[in-house]
T-cell receptor, first 118, second 114 residues
Framework: GAVVSQHPSRVICKSGTSVKIECRSL??????MFWYRQFPKQSLMLMAT?????????EQGVEKDKFLINHASLTLSTLTVTSAHPEDSSFYIC??????????????FGNGTRLTVT | DQQVKQNSPSLSVQEGRISILNCDYT??????FLWYKKYPAEGPTFLIS?????DKNEDGRFTVFLNKSAKHLSLHIVPSQPGDSAVYFC?????????????FGQGTILTVHP
C-alpha cells in the first residue's frame, strides 16, 4: 500500500490565486521530504528539500517566495504555489525516505498533484 | 547538462522475453541508483535499487546491473509481462545526507505485447 499520501490529486485554479499541496508520510516519520515537478513529456526535476523544524532548501532556479514549503510535523510537508500562473501548471510530486538516510532505504513517492492554472 | 541519460525513448518487447532498459550517468559522485516505474498522472513506483559498491542486485523478475567504470546501469525484466508496460525512470543519488536528492533520466516507455 501507499506509504506517502499526497493531496489533492488534481486542482484547477485561476491565475493569481494560491494553491496548497499536502504530502504525508504514512506509518513512519519523515524529517526530510522532497518536492519534484514534472512538465509534460519531461523528467522529474527536484525543486526543494523540506526539512522538519528548519527552512527548506531550494534547487537552483526555483523561487522560494513562489513555492513556499512548510514541514509542519514529522509526517506532513506542504507546498504552496503562490500567485499561480499558467506556466506553473505541472505535475507536483513529493517523496520521503522511509528510514531516513540509514541504509539507503527506498524513496517512496506520493501519487502526485496535477495543477492546472487557467 | 543531463547527468542521467536514458537514450532509448521507447522499447517494445514480446511477452515472456527479456526487457533491457539502459541508463548512463556522468557524475562520478552518484553513489546510489534506483529504478522507478511510472504511469501517467501517478507518482513513480519504486522497483529496485543498487549501491555503488555492488554490481548486481536482484529482486524477483527485476535485476539491476551497475558498471561503475562505464558509468552505466541497466534494468533487466525477465520474463516480461503486459502489466510491465509503463514508463521506466532511472534515478541517481549522491547518497549520504543528500540521499533523497534524485536526478532522473528522461524515461523509457516500455511496451510489452501479449
Amino acid at each position: 500500500g501507499a506509504v506517502v499520501s499526497q493531496h489533492p490529486s488534481r486542482v484547477i485554479c485561476k491565475s493569481g490565486t494560491s494553491v496548497k499541496i499536502e504530502c504525508r508520510s504514512l506509518d513512519f516519520q519523515a524529517t526530510t521530504m522532497f518536492w519534484y515537478r514534472q512538465f509534460p513529456k519531461q523528467s522529474l526535476m527536484l525543486m526543494a528539500t523540506s526539512n522538519e523544524g528548519s527552512k527548506a532548501t531550494y534547487e537552483q532556479g526555483v523561487e522560494k517566495d513562489k513555492f513556499l514549503i512548510n514541514h509542519a510535523s514529522l509526517t506532513l510537508s506542504t507546498l504552496t504555489v503562490t500567485s499561480a500562473h499558467p506556466e506553473d501548471s505541472s505535475f507536483y510530486i513529493c517523496s520521503a525516505p522511509t528510514q531516513g538516510f540509514i541504509g539507503n532505504s527506498p524513496l517512496h513517492f506520493g501519487n502526485g498533484t496535477r495543477l492546472t492554472v487557467t | 547538462d543531463q547527468q542521467v541519460k536514458q537514450n532509448s525513448p521507447s522499447l517494445s518487447v514480446q511477452e515472456g522475453r527479456i526487457s533491457i532498459l539502459n541508463c548512463d550517468y556522468t557524475n562520478s559522485m552518484f553513489d546510489y541508483f534506483l529504478w522507478y516505474k511510472k504511469y501517467p498522472a501517478e507518482g513513480p513506483t519504486f522497483l529496485i535499487s543498487i549501491s555503488s559498491i555492488k554490481d548486481k542486485n536482484e529482486d524477483g523478475r527485476f535485476t539491476v546491473f551497475l558498471n561503475k567504470s562505464a558509468k552505466h546501469l541497466s534494468l533487466h525484466i525477465v520474463p516480461s509481462q503486459p502489466g510491465d508496460s509503463a514508463v521506466y525512470f532511472c534515478a541517481a543519488s549522491p547518497g549520504g545526507t543528500s540521499y533523497g536528492k534524485l536526478t532522473f533520466g528522461q524515461g523509457t516507455i516500455l511496451t510489452v505485447h501479449p
